[in-house]
């Protein structure tokens, strides 16, 4: 059974459709990703996943839970790294860490080996008592992937993970990622615009494009299709060489339906 299955998918904002009727499946211990340009419906989509956005119709299931019927015992199925820094940069990194263990409810005795674990994984043990302020862009990156997964989750949403870091951190962090996935069996949904990074790293591709589905498979069968060299090329055969607004009408609205994550 896989554990993301997505059925006929819509989420409309007053007129405007940023998900179109969209189904998929992700399959337990793979590395999905979930590609589009600016305003496809990459966003919109995450959001209703992760709780923070009810659908206008359609089902999502994750971990077995229904998303919408069930939010509470959803959120303690994933873990996520959002776009934007979430850190608190007047925190060490193992109080950031600490934090997280105490807003899903992990006692001592669980969280203080887990941390310890987590921080040497992505090679910050060192620098547990750093204020995370002095932190670079890709030991915070690091340091949210580790807090993503302190609570044991099932899934781990990646949103744009090595948006503006050097490529020698992006390796890094990919190693880390891939690491993880294959040492705890995690399942990682991420979304990328560093087309080599999904061709690499991930096991299957959903592009999306207009809200709708347009293509899903791996790098080589779309790559094969399309008659392409690589996984980019074949993404803009797909979606076009048009210049994309982003979401950001949708975003205002969005924000309006965050304080659902705190039901």
């Given at each position: 059974m896989p554990i993301i299955e997505v059925k006929n998918l819509i989420k409309k904002f007053d007129q405007t459709t940023?998900?179109?009727n969209i189904s998929f499946t992700v399959e337990r211990g793979e590395i999905f990703a979930f590609l589009g340009p600016n305003g496809a419906g990459k966003t919109t989509t995450i959001k209703m996943l992760t709780t923070l956005l009810d659908p206008t119709s359609g089902t999502i299931s994750l971990n077995g839970f229904n998303v919408v019927e069930n939010?509470?015992?959803?959120?303690?199925?994933f873990g996520i790294v959002f776009q934007d820094p979430s850190l608190?940069?007047?925190l060490t990194a193992y109080e950031n860490m600490e934090f997280h263990a105490v807003l899903y409810g992990l006692s001592r005795k669980v969280a203080n080996p887990r941390i310890k674990d987590l921080l040497t994984l992505v090679e910050l043990d060192d620098r547990k008592d750093d204020f995370v302020k002095n932190f670079s862009g890709g030991?915070?990156?690091?340091?949210e992937?580790?807090?993503g997964l302190l609570h044991h989750p099932k899934v781990l949403f990646l949103d744009e993970p090595t948006l503006g870091l050097d490529p020698q951190t992006r390796?890094?962090?990919?190693?880390?990622i891939k690491n993880l996935s294959e040492k705890e069996g995690i399942t990682v949904f991420v979304t990328t615009h560093y087309m080599e990074e999904a061709e690499r790293v991930a096991n299957r591709v959903a592009i999306i494009d207009h809200g709708k589905i347009v293509r899903e498979g791996t790098a080589e069968s779309l790559k094969k299709e399309t008659g392409k060299d690589s996984l980019e090329d074949a993404f803009i055969s797909l979606t076009g060489n048009t210049i994309r607004?982003?979401?950001?009408?949708?975003?205002?609205?969005?924000?309006d339906h965050a304080r659902r994550w705190k039901r």
């Open positions: 940023a998900v179109d939010p509470s015992d959803t959120r303690k199925s608190d940069t007047e030991m915070k990156r690091r340091l992937i580790a807090r390796n890094h962090i990919w190693g880390y607004p982003d979401e950001s009408g949708a975003l205002d609205q969005m924000r």
